[in-house]
């Protein structure tokens, strides 16, 4: 089906690679007209951690209420759109087959083109969405740095331009939140575990154990879990409580650690690709620490760090319009036959960094 889009174009996003379904309608990709995102957090908290099977039955459950209610939020209907965007991937295969159903069942039921986002394009994009009335969020300064830091992902992006992207680094392991999950839950603070160390951390001394920066030689990739080892010996020899801080020094110098660590990779990244701007992206973006080291960096580059609103930086829908919206310019419309992918990489990956 062909595909026209100009800054007035009206796109329905649908996202639901993880544990949250999510539905945005966005006018010219970026204006924000409505945004739903039903999460799964309490659903899979007594677990630990997301369940797959668990999350593609609750997403069948919720996605029609949840873009029916982005749609009457919005205020438009169906004839108004012009496209629908979906996350193909990268994602839980069960997770993203539900959203890629349902809106090719929109798409064909109500005669629209289909537009297939890759979901970290989703999470770069979320630097530029926006309210009705507000200015835009980010501006596009190229060549841009995004490290997306998420509970799946820790993807270095160097973009020169729209649809031109670069992999820098990526993790080779665990994703940066993953650590921080996995390290609550040692921790006994229960999922997810990222914003209850933020918390917990405020309160304690980052420095108080030296926690490992690691570091993979001749390379910007990342690699968590000899952190989360170091973790777990430090509480199997010492327990929780060793240092006068307790539960709070140990929440501040893993966390301190995970930044650090972050931020180390992003300034190597920035400097040797001179790029004009960085970016934050991912549920690890609302991290304190994490804000605060991208800070300094931002004073020592004399380069702009630029993040989205707090409720965009984990996954959300707004961003899978977005994306749509940029992929639709560029690409067309996708195929009603397309398939959705638990791996899709956004671009090639420079093994060196550099
Ligand atoms: O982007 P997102 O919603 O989902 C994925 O695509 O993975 O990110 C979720 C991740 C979780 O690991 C969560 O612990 C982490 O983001 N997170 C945080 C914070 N808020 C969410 N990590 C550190 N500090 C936070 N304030
Ligand atoms: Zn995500």
Same mark, same amino acid.
């Given at each position: 089906?062909?595909?026209?889009?100009?800054?007035?174009?009206?796109?329905?996003?649908?996202?639901?690679?993880?544990?949250?379904?999510?539905?945005?309608?966005?006018?010219?990709?970026?204006?924000?007209?409505?945004?739903?995102?039903?999460?799964?957090?309490?659903?899979? #908290? =007594?677990?630990?951690?997301?369940?797959?099977?668990?999350?593609?039955?609750?997403?069948?459950?919720?996605?029609?209420?949840?873009?029916?209610?982005?749609?009457?939020? *919005?205020?438009?209907?169906?004839?108004?759109? *012009?496209?629908?965007?979906?996350?193909?991937?990268?994602?839980?295969?069960?997770?993203?087959?539900?959203?890629?159903?349902?809106?090719?069942?929109?798409?064909?039921?109500?005669?629209?083109?289909?537009?297939?986002?890759?979901?970290?394009?989703?999470?770069?994009?979320?630097?530029?969405?926006?309210?009705?009335?507000?200015?835009?969020?980010?501006?596009?300064?190229?060549?841009?740095?995004?490290?997306?830091?998420?509970?799946?992902?820790?993807?270095?992006?160097?973009?020169?331009?729209?649809?031109?992207?670069?992999?820098?680094?990526?993790? =080779?392991?665990?994703? *940066?939140?993953?650590?921080?999950?996995?390290?609550?839950?040692?921790?006994?603070?229960?999922?997810?575990?990222?914003?209850?160390?933020?918390?917990?951390?405020?309160?304690?001394?980052?420095?108080?154990?030296?926690?490992?920066?690691?570091?993979?030689?001749?390379?910007?990739?990342?690699?968590?879990?000899?952190?989360?080892?170091?973790?777990?010996?430090?509480?199997?020899?010492?327990?929780?409580?060793?240092?006068?801080?307790?539960?709070?020094?140990? *929440? #501040?110098?893993?966390?301190?650690?995970?930044?650090?660590?972050?931020?180390?990779?992003?300034?190597?990244?920035?400097?040797?690709?001179?790029?004009?701007?960085?970016?934050?992206?991912?549920?690890?973006?609302?991290?304190?620490?994490?804000?605060?080291?991208?800070? #300094?960096?931002?004073?020592?580059?004399?380069?702009?760090?630029?993040?989205?609103?707090?409720?965009?930086?984990?996954?959300?829908?707004?961003?899978?319009?977005?994306?749509?919206?940029?992929?639709?310019?560029?690409?067309?419309?996708?195929?009603?036959?397309?398939?959705?992918?638990?791996?899709?990489?956004?671009?090639?990956?420079?093994?060196?960094?550099?």
């Amino acid at each position: 089906m062909t595909l026209k889009l100009n800054s007035n174009s009206l796109i329905l996003g649908i996202e639901s690679s993880c544990d949250e379904t999510a539905a945005a309608v966005l006018r010219g990709g970026r204006e924000i007209l409505s945004s739903v995102v039903a999460s799964q957090d309490k659903l899979h #908290a =007594r677990f630990g951690g997301v369940v797959p099977e668990v999350a593609s039955r609750k997403h069948v459950e919720v996605i029609t209420i949840v873009v029916d209610d982005a749609m009457k939020r *919005a205020g438009v209907n169906w004839d108004d759109l *012009a496209a629908i965007a979906v996350t193909q991937g990268p994602g839980l295969i069960g997770s993203l087959l539900v959203g890629m159903s349902a809106a090719k069942g929109y798409a064909i039921g109500r005669g629209l083109p289909l537009i297939g986002v890759n979901h970290i394009e989703g999470h770069v994009m979320s630097n530029f969405v926006h309210e009705p009335g507000e200015p835009p969020a980010g501006e596009d300064l190229m060549p841009t740095l995004c490290l997306v830091a998420s509970g799946g992902h820790s993807d270095l992006v160097l973009i020169s331009d729209w649809g031109q992207y670069l992999i820098l680094g990526w993790t =080779r392991d665990d994703a *940066a939140g993953e650590a921080l999950d996995k390290a609550a839950r040692v921790m006994g603070l229960g999922y997810p575990g990222g914003p209850v160390i933020d918390r917990l951390a405020r309160g304690g001394n980052p420095a108080a154990i030296g926690f490992p920066r690691p570091v993979i030689a001749g390379s910007l990739d990342f690699s968590f879990s000899g952190l989360k080892t170091a973790l777990v010996r430090h509480v199997q020899e010492h327990g929780l409580e060793a240092t006068p801080g307790g539960l709070a020094d140990l *929440a #501040a110098s893993f966390q301190q650690a995970v930044a650090d660590t972050l931020v180390r990779n992003v300034r190597a990244a920035a400097a040797h690709w001179r790029v004009r701007q960085i970016m934050m992206a991912g549920g690890v973006a609302a991290n304190s620490c994490l804000r605060a080291g991208m800070s #300094a960096l931002q004073a020592e580059l004399g380069i702009p760090v630029h993040y989205p609103a707090l409720r965009f930086c984990t996954d959300n829908a707004a961003m899978v319009a977005a994306a749509g919206y940029v992929t639709g310019l560029r690409k067309g419309a996708s195929e009603l036959n397309m398939d959705p992918y638990s791996t899709l990489p956004l671009a090639e990956h420079v093994p060196n960094g550099g």
